[in-house]
């Protein structure tokens, strides 16, 4: 079972050179729990991902980790509590899919320590978990993109750390494989009791999967709380510009956007027939 961390914001601004994508932001991420930040392109979702995970320096503000500047910690410290999954990641030309899943453990590596047992089950374990163990003697470069996602979520995995922050961690990926790495998630909150912290496009997906929601727009939080106080027809107004009906997830019970577009006459086969 991991250890609960306070991760919050405390006035945070963030953005990129001079321009100012989020100002005077102030949360606390539930410890133990899966939160998912939604939002519109350009909102800020992936910005505030990058900021609490000391990728981008604030503008202003602080980003705290149990009450310590993320900013301010040591490297190796703050990656053996908070590993990251980001948007695009990169890896060298021609790395296999086990060496790949175990630069993950490096965090956990000191100076002059050896690769150890424990090392080999830590990356056993997350080949299992994503799926992955019949390519772990491949090239990422010849997989495609659904499996190397997969096999990057593994590397996040193998880290084991006691929050994971994950930057759209379902794209490229067909409907089915976005709803097996999203149980997978599930199941590694239930189990260990790892915080997920994950930006996520698909509202619904969003919804169903998550405790608690951060809706960003605007230069700041919209709306925060469990799915149902947060994904409302006005918020959905408010931050994606769209209209909708919120009606009720028949397999989970959750909240459940269906958009409200030009062509939105439903005819019965009466009206057409006339």
Same mark, same amino acid.
């Given at each position: ?24 932001? $102030? ?9 998912? &930040? ?33 900013? #301010? ?17 990169? *890896?060298?030309?021609?790395? *296999? ?14 100076? @002059?320590? #050896? ?10 374990? *997350? ?26 979520? *593994? ?16 794209? @490229? ?22 915080? &997920? &912290? ?9 919804? #169903? ?30 931050? @994606? ?6 009606? $009720?997830?028949?397999? $989970? ?6 958009? &409200?577009?030009? /062509?939105?006459?439903? /005819? ?7």
């Amino acid at each position: 079972m991991t250890h609960d961390h306070r991760l919050e914001t405390r006035n945070l601004g963030a953005g990129y050179e001079k321009r100012i994508i989020l100002e005077d932001v $102030s949360l606390t991420v539930p410890a133990g729990k899966i939160t998912a &930040i939604v939002g519109g392109n350009a909102s800020g979702k992936s910005t505030l991902l990058r900021t609490l995970a000391r990728i981008l320096q604030p503008k202003s503000g602080a980003v705290l980790l149990d009450g310590q500047s993320v900013h #301010r910690m040591k490297s190796r410290k703050l990656a053996q509590v908070m590993g990251l999954l980001p948007q695009s990641p990169i *890896a060298p030309e021609g790395i *296999a899919v086990a060496d790949l899943v175990g630069r993950g453990r490096h965090p956990h590596q000191g100076l @002059f320590s #050896r690769w150890s047992a424990e090392d080999d089950s830590a990356v056993a374990r *997350a080949l299992s978990a994503t799926g992955t163990e019949e390519l772990a003697e491949r090239d990422l470069d010849t997989l495609s993109g659904g499996q190397r996602q997969r096999v990057w979520i *593994a590397m996040a995995l193998a880290q084991e750390t006691d929050l994971l922050l994950l930057d759209e961690p379902t794209t @490229f990926l067909d409907v089915a494989h976005q709803i097996e790495v999203l149980d997978l998630l599930v199941d590694l909150n239930t189990a260990q009791g790892t915080t &997920i &912290i994950m930006v996520l496009h698909d509202l619904n997906l969003a919804a #169903r999967y998550a405790d608690h929601l951060i809706a960003v727009g605007d230069g700041g939080i919209r709306a925060e709380g469990p799915p149902a106080d947060v994904l409302t027809e006005e918020m959905v107004k408010t931050v @994606f510009g769209l209209s909708c009906r919120i009606v $009720s997830d028949p397999v $989970s019970q959750t909240p459940c956007m269906v958009p &409200i577009g030009r /062509h939105k006459t439903v /005819h019965s086969h009466k009206d057409a027939a006339a």
